[in-house]
């Protein structure tokens, strides 16, 4: 018998102040069947659930952890992430050129109970995996988002090598919400049991590059991002960054991994096999600059008081300081807010700026000396949006302010 609804709301209540972490567990081969192979591999400084003392905020790291924007100096690993090290019985994984591998991480409500999430991304946001054999200790998040599937962005370092949604699709926590139910009865189909008595991890699926050298080690760098969209959230209503990642080394070796999975975890799922689809993943998006940026930093000589420094350049706008002799805006009533929306620059072609613009008419007194009428407009940057999908209303209304003042003579 299904638990009741009162107790599954107390469920919901209970879990919604937890919900806001997520790392990588373990990592696994894949098959050519689609099954799990090998020995299993390990994040770096890998702490188990289960273990005596476990706290989980040894494996979370949230980005930014304070701020509501990442920038150009946010980390990406956690400190005890930064440098190659493996905890004892936590090994990396070992893998040959070319092989798919599977990297798995516990849902935590962020799929099962999706209502919870208010202003979140569909598909419980995207992960997005970074390969590279060039590591730093002091990798910054904001540059690794510069790579690309080709090598050629940022710094050239690493590759993109992996998009996908963060719900796997068939992933579940163990609670008595419908997505949970009905996944757990799913698995329960596949078990030959009435019920699934056990969590099912998610997973994000990754094909090591053809091209890795034997006998080198790649470094991956597991990214997901799960912002809180501005306009949707009354408690966040410019929207929020929201990143967790989790550091990892790959060995690149020769030999194929064979035989059944070992050195499982103490709270290991029973799953045998990737999801069906683990060599086509859907993602929410396949480039992660394209629909959430990021807070930058902007000479603060053109920056008016009062005002915060725009969130990325905007490539048709010059700045301008607000003129000392500006006096107040009268009590003309001002025009209703128009939308623009503006091209990404050349130096960056992966998001598009939109623009709100807010015309505010004041009137300044007749000077003695007869003049000719002229107009300035003064542009002045409050907030950017972080988000390029289609222009709603309830989204737009945090971006740029708009002066148009007019001088009488």
Not at 61 to 67: A, G, K, R, T, Y
Not at 68 to 81: G, K, N, V, W
């Amino acid at each position: 018998m299904r638990p009741s609804l009162l107790k599954f709301s107390l469920l919901s209540l209970l879990s919604s102040g937890a919900l806001a972490h997520t790392w990588l567990d373990q990592l696994t081969a894949i098959g050519p069947d689609g099954k799990y192979v090998g020995q299993n591999g390990y994040p770096r400084d890998f702490h188990e659930r289960g273990a005596p003392g476990f706290d989980a905020a040894v494996n979370n790291f949230l980005v930014p952890n304070v701020d509501d924007r990442i920038t150009e100096a946010s980390p990406l690993c956690r400190p005890s992430q930064q440098n190659p090290k493996q905890n004892n019985g936590f090994p990396r994984l070992k893998v040959p050129p070319g092989q798919w591998i599977a990297m798995k991480y516990a849902e935590n409500g962020h799929v099962s109970l999706r209502d919870n999430n208010i202003g979140k991304p569909e598909g419980g946001g995207t992960v997005f995996v970074f390969g590279t054999t060039q590591p730093k200790t002091d990798e910054k998040i904001v540059e690794v988002m510069r790579w690309t599937k080709d090598g050629s962005g940022g710094d050239k370092r690493g590759k993109l090598l992996a998009a996908n949604n963060y719900d796997d699709g068939r992933c579940y926590q163990l609670n008595n919400s419908p997505v949970a139910i009905a996944r757990q009865e799913a698995a329960a189909a596949r078990d030959g049991s009435n019920i699934a008595p056990h969590e099912q991890f998610c997973e994000t699926d990754v094909l090591m590059p053809t091209d890795a050298q034997v006998g080198t080690t790649m470094t991956l760098y597991w990214v997901w991002q799960w912002p809180t969209l501005p306009g949707i959230d009354p408690n966040i209503p410019r929207g929020k960054d929201e990143y967790y990642t989790t550091c990892s080394d790959v060995d690149i070796v020769a030999e194929k991994p064979q035989g059944a999975p070992k050195n499982p975890m103490i709270q290991q799922d029973p799953q045998t096999a990737a999801v069906s689809a683990y060599k086509n993943r859907k993602a929410l998006t396949t480039d992660p600059l394209k629909d959430y940026t990021f807070a930058r930093t902007a000479p603060a000589a053109t920056t008016p008081p009062g005002f915060a420094v725009p969130t990325a350049p905007v490539a048709s706008t010059t700045l301008a300081t607000r003129p000392s002799s500006v006096p107040a805006v009268s009590s003309d009533p001002a025009v209703l807010p128009t939308t623009t929306l503006s091209p990404a620059s050349s130096q960056s072609q992966e998001y598009t700026t939109m623009v709100v613009t807010l015309v505010e008419t004041i009137t300044l007194p007749r000077p003695q000396a007869t003049g000719s009428v002229q107009k300035r407009d003064v542009i002045e940057p409050e907030d950017e949006l972080v988000h390029a999908q289609p222009i709603r209303e309830d989204i737009v209304r945090h971006a740029q302010r708009r002066h148009a003042m007019r001088f009488y003579g």
